[in-house]
């Protein structure tokens, strides 16, 4: 079985500040990994995916997050916070193969002007 | 062209009306999904087709019926639905549904059901 937890529905950073967005991860086999952003009344928008390949894995508007197999995480950053970073933010967890992606519950990141 | 576009954006329906929610993608993709989303909750897959079979369908009430006519065009006819069934309907696709796959999402289709 496999799932991920998202610690924070919730996250407020003023703009400027680094972004950080927890998510831990349960896979009884190496997983694939994800990072989706949603704006309001949008659909999914990939931001980044782990794949074995590297740890540390470099996604688009900034956005980097590192896989760390001894802690079974697999946390969001950024840098510097835009206003624009404000959305839902879900982190996904696929087994590989043909079995579905399982979603976190999301946390909405608010950013502070 | 990697756009997944799904019309319509908006539907209100009543729980007698029969209406159906289109999905396409020219990606080449050989796996599409069909996703319900709750306000403020994750999607959750309702079925997956792959190479327009489907593969797999998460215990969805038959009052959803998903048809995949080819392999750019996915379809969710909608027959009796309940007001709970009010979410926001995702469609994706994704290269085969294989390992590591991205999938790749439409906007959405608003649905209310009064």
């Known amino acids: 079985a496999q799932s991920v937890t998202q610690l924070g529905s919730h996250v407020s950073v003023s703009e400027g500040a680094l972004v950080l967005l927890r998510c831990n991860y349960s896979?009884?086999?190496?997983?694939?990994l994800f990072w989706y952003v949603q704006y309001p009344n949008q659909g999914l928008q990939l931001l980044l995916k782990?794949?074995?390949?590297?740890?540390l894995v470099k996604g688009i508007n900034g956005f980097e997050a590192e896989f760390k197999k001894s802690e079974t995480s697999f946390h969001l950053t950024k840098p510097s916070a835009h206003m624009s970073d404000a959305a839902e933010y879900f982190c996904?967890?696929?087994?590989?193969?043909?079995?579905?992606?399982?979603f976190g519950t999301g946390t909405k990141l608010q950013v502070i002007p | 062209d990697t756009e997944v576009t799904q019309t319509p954006k908006h539907l209100v329906m009543g729980m007698t009306n029969k209406k159906s929610l289109k999905c396409e993608q020219h990606?080449?993709?050989?796996?599409m999904y069909w996703y319900k989303q709750k306000a403020k909750k994750p999607p959750e897959l309702m079925f997956v087709?792959?190479?327009?079979?489907?593969?797999i369908n998460e215990s969805v009430p038959s009052r959803f019926s998903p048809e995949c006519p080819n392999s750019s065009l996915l379809n969710l006819h909608l027959h009796a639905l309940q007001p709970e069934d009010s979410a926001l309907y995702l469609c994706?696709?994704?290269?085969?549904?294989?390992?590591?796959?991205?999938?790749?999402f439409g906007p959405g289709t608003r649905l209310t059901v009064l």
């Open positions: 994706a696709s994704s290269q085969d549904g294989g390992a590591g796959d991205t999938q790749y």
């Open positions: 896979s009884s086999v190496p997983p694939y």
């Open positions: 782990y794949t074995s390949a590297a740890t």
């Open positions: 996904a967890v696929s087994p590989g193969g043909y079995q579905k992606v399982t």
């Open positions: 990606m080449g993709h050989r796996a």
């Open positions: 087709y792959s190479y327009e079979k489907l593969s």
